[in-house]
């Protein structure tokens, strides 16, 4: 389990005024969370999860 603090909101708050389209906020904060532990996400929605500094796996692709 992974904390959601102070800096994780921040990276949140950075995502969501970088957005160029609409995204769930839970996507973002998703991203927020793995930029901000410099972990890898994985999920086969890859294409919601276009962000800057996060890397996306799509185990369907591998």
């Given at each position: 389990m992974l904390t959601?603090?102070?800096?994780v909101a921040n990276q949140w708050g950075?995502?969501?005024a970088q957005a160029g389209r609409p995204t769930p906020a839970i996507n973002r904060l998703l991203?927020?969370?793995?930029?901000?532990y410099g972990l890898k996400l994985v999920t086969?929605?890859?294409g919601d999860f276009q962000f800057p500094g996060l890397?996306?796996?799509?185990?369907w692709k591998i």
């Open positions: 959601v603090d102070v800096s950075r995502l969501i991203a927020a969370t793995a930029i901000h086969r929605n890859a890397e996306v796996i799509n185990p």
